[in-house]
């Protein structure tokens, strides 16, 4: 049988429309706006996204929102197995009203493998438009930040980020860095949840990734990527590229 032709464009939301597909790379998705919010999210591979001149990453375990008459544009430079759900701006009252980066709950990610399962695009029956109701409370409900990456201008935990981001194999743990800012742990430990919404090691891990896309991008072995990235051997550094990414260093490359 003939694969489907992805739908670039996908279903209209009425109020809720769903669609899991697979992009190969170098898949482009030009600029636009639409009049309702959309939920993006990688199952597997990365995509990356320009919304309104702010650049987002979209990894596996988080997913990209934006709301209604945002413009965007994203493209994949490699393979991916993607997830979009589209909101009806009605719905979209009490959701982020701005871009965002959110964390997944394991509900939110099991009602859309079961959309996708069952090949639900646009839920009909009472159950299915139940899921797609729970769904979208729970992306109101979905930790957040700014951007996959966040940053933060605070005196303690600026400047730790920014000597991280200058060297992301640094292998100090937050006691440390907070011995070197006199601090505490614990004062640096609630800047981190306060200013990045997200704990150090998480923030850590996500730079990591960041760096390792640019460093494959740039031919390097995943030997010399892993060391440069403070792994003790590659395969540790494999695991967690798999993990954040559902797809090894070899494949991406």
Same mark, same amino acid.
């Given at each position: ?11 209209? *939301?009425?109020?809720? %429309?769903?669609?899991?597909? +697979?992009? #190969? ?32 990453? %979209? ?8 709301? *209604? ?24 009252? +009490? ?13 939110? #990610? ?13 839920? #009909? ?24 990456? *966040? ?10 980020? #920014? ?91």
């Amino acid at each position: 049988m003939r694969p489907r032709e992805p739908r670039i464009q996908g279903d209209p *939301p009425q109020p809720v %429309s769903f669609r899991t597909e +697979n992009y #190969k790379g170098g898949t482009v998705f030009p600029a636009k706006r639409q009049s309702w919010g959309e939920l993006n999210y990688a199952l597997a591979g990365v995509v990356d996204f320009d919304i309104q001149g702010v650049r987002y990453l %979209s990894p596996p375990h988080y997913a990209i929102w934006i709301p *209604p008459d945002i413009l965007h544009e994203a493209w994949n430079q490699h393979d991916v197995r993607y997830v979009t759900v589209y909101v009806e701006r009605s719905l979209c009252v +009490n959701l982020p009203a701005t871009p965002a980066t959110l964390g997944l709950s394991p509900l939110l #990610k099991a009602i859309l493998a079961d959309f996708a399962a069952r090949e639900i695009t646009l839920p #009909k029956t009472e159950e299915d438009l139940r899921l797609a109701q729970v769904l979208v409370d729970q992306i109101g409900l979905a930790p957040r930040s700014e951007s996959y990456l *966040p940053l933060s201008d605070d005196v303690l935990l600026g400047p730790v980020l #920014k000597a991280l981001q200058a060297d992301p194999g640094n292998r100090h743990s937050l006691a440390e860095w907070a011995r070197q800012m006199k601090t505490t742990e614990r004062t640096l430990s609630r800047r981190c949840q306060d200013d990045l919404g997200i704990s150090f090691n998480e923030w850590r891990q996500r730079l990591k990734l960041v760096a390792a896309l640019a460093l494959i991008e740039a031919g390097q072995p995943v030997q010399r990527i892993a060391e440069q990235l403070g792994y003790s051997n590659a395969s540790a550094f494999i695991a967690m590229f798999r993990r954040l990414t559902g797809t090894s260093p070899t494949q991406m490359r």
